[in-house]
């Protein structure tokens, strides 16, 4: 199991972070590589790839959870996404692109977290958007 999936309840093909390099109360940089293989590709676009906007959300999403439950603020907790606000695509990703995902923690306490994140490629903001995760566990949710 690597340390991603240690961090997050999220698996293939809906795991999008590959590793975190850093993770502090206030910013969590993480890297994923959209390979061509990824499932969306498909049907998005077939003749000119993209990786979809929400996809990207996600991404930004899942990495800043795995950095919550890397530092150990949050344990056993689930995190489910509430909102999404000031969202901004860019400039598009596209397959065997590595993004750098940078997010920020805005608020972090027992019952939700806030943070924004900003996705580059190729040294350029490719993507940008502000959350909040509401903040659950598995128990709780029966």
Not at 64 to 79: R, Y
Not at 123 to 137: P, R
Request: with cysteine; charged share 30%; proline share 4%.
């Amino acid at each position: 199991m690597s340390e991603v999936e240690s961090l997050l309840p999220h698996r293939k093909p809906f795991l999008y972070v590959d590793r975190i390099e850093s993770a502090t109360g206030e910013e969590i940089i993480g890297y994923k590589k959209f390979t061509d293989e990824e499932y969306f590709f498909a049907g998005h676009f077939p003749e000119y790839p993209v990786v979809p906007g929400v996809i990207l959300v996600e991404t930004m999403a899942q990495c800043g959870g795995a950095g919550v439950a890397k530092l150990g603020a949050l344990k056993d907790a689930l995190f489910f996404l509430a909102t999404v606000d000031k969202a901004k695509f860019r400039q598009q990703v596209r397959p065997n692109d590595e993004v750098k995902i940078v997010v920020k923690n805005i608020k972090i306490s027992k019952i939700a977290i806030k943070q924004e994140g900003k996705i580059f490629v190729h040294d350029k903001v490719a993507a940008e958007a502000e959350w909040l995760c509401m903040v659950g566990s598995k128990d709780s949710l029966k």
